[in-house]
């Protein structure tokens, strides 16, 4: 709502009372009855072909906020449509309900993570049953819940028997106050975004999960997926990242004792190089550190900040130069320096990189740094000068200069003539390499799945029997301690190993919540008490026909889905490969952004007139932003349903802009639909009279319409679906009373069901048909009408439009003059002229020059 819109007004104020439709009471009722008959229950054994909705389940953090409900709006649409359609339609709902948000909320208010997860989910929860939603609550589930990590406790140990998981040290985020690893959107310039302290990189033992091994198989599979935007299948074929490149080894020169191994993706730069980068943690910069104070000084400076390649491009770029250096494969007498730096990572690669400053930013921001040759040996057009003065490196393509003997040739030609040289010689090797790394799923808190693996000295890592699962979280923690309270717990820690009998511990990790939302999906198709799910069910309604969600999720929530669908193949628990056949990606709800004059944000509803409603000062507008907790600039849509009904808020969700582009929240625009809604009650209330007679006009504008409708729904089209229904409705209000109006009125309450469906529910009983209007059939429509039988003709003189004429479609040219000439306004136009010349262009117009 925008600062200047004033309190909010109540339907009574509006020019169109609201006395004879009551949303709140029709909401409630209907509610109920589906409710009580489970209208929305799937059947795994129902006959009809099976049709599985999903939108992207909720972190329950609160409150739904505006976003949510266009999401689940548009979702809803579709099952509603998809069962009117002869479809049993799987609509599920659960929640994301892990995470650190929750134990943030136990250190700051004092509460048990799980209290204030399951207390955010009953009022979410109420809130979305609010909105109508055709949801089976039958099958929520809440991944907090041992009845739901008990089976993925089993399904990690199902991949952990097939080969899929191991263990092995890794650099972590550490966050030395708070004693925690951090994950890198909580690391902030450096620093714990909670503690404000110096994050460290450390390496701590971590779990795995092998999804390199399906890198190919995710990458080509893209390729299947037809009904997924192009950009999101970009996206992950960016992040799993196949490149074909060179692997080898730089000779070393003495003091060095021993070669340095990189791997390029751009061997054709090779002749560019001026440097080799080695890792904090290669076994060279050791080496150096064990004997050389200031090298292991510069080593410990690296163990500060990010570990990620994003955060490695933008930090401050810093080398060590060890003293030793390295000799050119094709030339001898070419040395290169051997720096350690800070931008290079043992778990990327080799641990070491090739510099080519001229051809990659990094390198370019190192040599600047550090006085390094930058030479150009890749020309864009006519430039073939070795020095290259810029301060941005050029990537794009070209041929290749100041390199003998591959002088002339294209990247890729050059690539080929040194990968074919390496292998020649000896000294190197053609490889494929993904930018993709395995799923580091271990996370050092408490409020997520337990690892079931126990730890014993004498066995090793020891999977928990299956007997025990779920290993379920101990209630009695605190939080007053910084650091994992699993680590400190006096019992639950400690157990027997079940191989040898000895003292063991458990695992304190808890898993990464991406694991909980990999295969969430299939438990909502399948949920026995005794195993995560039953094969020949699941398949039954796999893979999810339409999935739902923001493009924020695109690249690792949906890629770990892929992947954990692809090990269940592997290990034989699914026989399928792609867990979701349709995606879409809605655009987010938004809304300005306020600020009082300290600087605090301020939600919309303490904004009035551009001022603060406590305090009456003046407040700065900010911009219009993603609906976010953060910013205050959530609209809370419970006290806009008590105001106007689901129904409006509902209409308004879907008509306002393409569901894939943002949408603005808008005061005005919900009175709008609430207006709407109200138009609406009244046609259908007036169902009853004309019952004689037939309207061929508008008999085809509603065959039109119910083909139309239905189409966009398919497409997801829902804005284009309610303009051809406000033009419906706009039809029929002009139409006389016959039988055709009271036809098209009776199949207008079924097209808008989906979008209303308490509106249409009323309506439906109230002219007595029997069942409810959300088990009705779609309406049919005859192709005969779809076919327009008359055109618009638009009449023009000297070209200015004077005139249209609807003639039957297809008359001659001939007929169609005649009925210009014999127009009225254009018979007084020309005032007994004969026009000088007359064009006509069939079913389209006529231009009369005069």
Known sequence: MPATSGARRSPADLTIMASRYNALKSDAAWQAIWDERG????????????????????????????????????????????????????????????????????????????????????????????????????????????DYYGHEQALFLDLFAGGLVYRKESSVNWDPVDMTVLANEQVIDGKGWRSGATVEKRKLNQWFLKITDFADELLDGLG??????????????????????????????????????????????????????????????????????????????????????????????????????????FDADWTLPVYI?????????????????????????????YALDVTRVVAEGDTVDPVFAGDTAYTGPGRIVNSRFLDGLSVDEAKGQVIARAEAEGWGSGSTVYRLRDWGVSRQRYWGTPIPIIHCDACGAVPVPREQLPVVLPEDVSFDIPGN????????????CPSCGGDAARETDTLDTFVDSSWYFIRFASQPDDKPFDRSVAEKWLPVGQYIGGVEHAILHLLYARFWTRALRHIGKLDMAEPFAGLFTQGMVTHATFRSDDGRWLNPDEVTDGKETATGLPVTIGRVEKMSKSKKNTVDPEP???????????????SDSPPERDLEWSENGIEGSWRFVQRLWRLFDGDAVGEAG????????????????????????????????????????????????TAAIRAAMLLVAPMVPHLAEEAWAAIGREGLIADADWPTFDPALLVEDEVTIAIQVNGKLRDTLVLPKGQSKAEIEAAALASDKIVRLLDGQTPRKVIVVPDRLVNLVA
């Open 341 to 369: 730096a800070n931008f290079v990572l043992m778990d990327y690669g080799t641990g070491a990189v090739m510099g080519v400053p001229a051809h990659d930013q990094r390198d370019l921001d190192f040599a600047r740094k």
């Open 39 to 146: 209208t929305f229950a799937a059947r795994d054994d129902s006959g009809k072909p099976h049709a599985y909705v999903l939108e992207m389940f909720p972190y329950p953090s609160g409150k739904i906020h505006m976003g949510h409900v266009r999401n689940y709006t548009m979702g809803d649409v579709l099952a509603r449509y998809r069962r009117m359609t002869g479809h049993e339609v799987l609509h599920p709902m659960g929640w994301d309900a892990f995470g650190m948000p929750a134990e943030n909320a136990a250190m700051d208010k004092g509460v048990h993570p799980g209290t204030w997860t399951r207390a955010n989910i009953a009022t979410m929860k109420a809130q979305l049953k609010r909105l109508g939603f055709a949801l089976d609550w039958s099958r929520e589930l809440a991944t907090c819940e041992p």
């Open 694 to 741: 037939s309207d061929v006009p508008l008999d085809r504008k509603l065959h039109q319409t119910i083909a139309g409708v239905g189409a966009d729904i398919e497409a997801l089209q829902f804005n284009k679906a309610v303009a051809k229904l406000y033009e419906l409705v706009n039809a029929i209000e002009r139409a006389q009373p016959s039988a055709s109006r």
């Open 640 to 654: 806009i349903v008590d105001q106007y009904g689901a129904d409006a808020v509902r209409w308004f969700m879907l």
């Open 224 to 329: 299947d997926l037809a009904h997924w935007p192009d950009k999101v299948k970009l996206m992950q074929e960016n992040w799993i990242g196949r490149s074909r490149g060179l692997t080898f080894r730089f000779a070393p020169v003495v003091p060095l004792d021993q070669p340095i191994e990189v791997y390029s993706t751009r061997p054709d730069t090779i002749f560019g190089a001026s440097f080799v980068a080695i890792a904090a943690d290669h076994p060279v910069a050791q080496e150096l550190a064990s004997r050389d104070p200031d090298a292991a000084a510069f080593i410990e400076r690296c163990k500060e900040g990010g570990t990620t390649a994003a955060e490695l491009e933008t930090q401050e770029k810093l080398g060590f130069d060890t003293g030793y250096a390295v000799q050119h494969p």
């Open 485 to 496: 309270p699993l680590d400190r717990h006096p019992t639950w820690r400690h157990i027997p």
